[in-house]
């Protein structure tokens, strides 16, 4: 929490939470990795994506299409998990420089995962008769 300065009045009530004395126990922290924050969850959203497609192709009939797609999908979940995992390693990291390096990788591989997903829509759009 925020002190009243001797040299003013106190900041706004609304910005006391967020914004730690520069001289307070919490002047010397990291700031909080953003990025790792938003790809843990959304890979794990990404992931029941993947599982809800793969479960509702299996309710019509099977052929070649449906194979790739099956395996498309699983890989796809795959490369969420470990993106998912990645993140999770950067947020927990402490040494040197392997925060940003976890992150950048989970980055890379959710992005993949994206467009890996993308080419699984384009592969079911051509594959419904």
Not at 65 to 85: E, I, Q, W
Not at 120 to 125: E, F, I, Y
């Amino acid at each position: 929490m925020l002190q009243r300065r001797p040299d003013g009045p106190a900041p706004p009530r609304h910005l006391r939470a967020i914004a730690p004395a520069a001289d307070g126990p919490g002047a010397a922290d990291p700031p909080l990795r953003g990025l790792s924050a938003h790809i843990l969850p959304t890979s794990a959203t990404m992931i029941g994506v993947c599982m809800t497609v793969l479960s509702i192709g299996h309710l019509r009939q099977g052929g070649h299409s449906r194979v790739v797609l099956d395996k498309l999908l699983a890989f796809d979940a795959l490369m969420f998990l470990t993106s998912a995992v990645l993140s999770f390693m950067s947020m927990r990291s402490r040494r040197a420089g392997r925060p940003q390096r976890y992150e950048g990788w989970a980055e890379s591989v959710f992005l993949l995962g994206l467009g890996v997903l993308a080419l699984g829509a384009v592969v079911l759009a051509f594959a419904i008769e």
